[in-house]
């Protein structure tokens, strides 16, 4: 895709949603930090409905340590993969309270030591939470950025520094949320939905469909 092509892009994606956001609910960088870790091979969906019971009762490090794995599984067992998450969570919280007191740190190093979270999940705190420019790759934005020509790789990493160099400045960090959200309602894996895309003429997709829903 040439630079022309990519402002148009994200300009296009800006004036349909000026200001995306996550669909994980939240309310402070832990909260999103929790939800991100839960939402591994789970739908938003499915963590919203855990976190809207779980937060209530705990929504800082301390709180999770005192609620206590056994417990915290019966608030996620609706998520998938929920014995690991619970442990991971704890153990995180573990390492707030100890190293961090209790909030969550600003930069990857440290995120990225906290069990179960990776640089996807660390990406996605770093951007949503503290407001900076990183992208985080998913699936949905692996395929997008693979299928339209944005910035092609084999591998998340090499798309995530893809799009660091192909996306311009001025939509670096809303850039994450327009591509995630365009992978999961219009350039879907099965089936795209070329024919309500905003973006159709500045893809490369050879095989587009005339799909509006």
Same mark, same amino acid.
């Given at each position: 895709?040439?630079?022309? #092509? ?11 949603? +000026? ?9 402070? +960088? ?5 939800? %991100? ?65 209790? $909030?969550?740190?600003? #930069? ?8 179960? %979270? ?14 900076? +420019? ?25 798309? $995530? ?6 996306? +311009? ?29 905003? %973006? ?12 509006? $829903?």
């Amino acid at each position: 895709m040439k630079p022309a #092509d990519r402002v148009a892009f994200f300009t296009r994606l800006r004036d349909l949603n +000026p200001k995306p956001k996550t669909e994980l609910e939240y309310s402070s +960088p832990f909260e999103l930090l929790a939800a %991100v870790l839960l939402s591994a091979q789970a739908t938003d969906v499915g963590v919203n409905k855990a976190t809207r019971k779980l937060f209530p009762v705990a929504n800082t490090p301390a709180a999770v340590l005192a609620l206590g794995e056994e417990k915290l599984k019966g608030f996620i067992n609706t998520i998938g993969l929920y014995n690991a998450k619970a442990a991971h969570l704890i153990a995180a919280c573990r390492i707030l309270v100890e190293k961090h007191h209790g $909030e969550v740190p600003q #930069d990857r190093a440290s995120l990225e030591a906290l069990p179960g %979270v990776g640089r996807k999940t660390a990406n996605v705190v770093l951007n949503t939470a503290f407001g900076q +420019p990183t992208i985080a790759v998913d699936t949905h934005i692996f395929r997008v950025a693979n299928r339209t020509g944005l910035a092609p790789g084999k591998n998340v990493d090499a798309v $995530e520094q893809k799009l660091l160099k192909n996306v +311009p400045l001025e939509f670096r960090l809303d850039a994450h949320h327009w591509l995630i959200l365009h992978g999961r309602y219009t350039c879907k894996a099965r089936k795209p939905l070329c024919g309500a895309c905003p %973006v159709r003429d500045l893809c490369s997709f050879k095989q587009k469909t005339d799909a509006t $829903e």
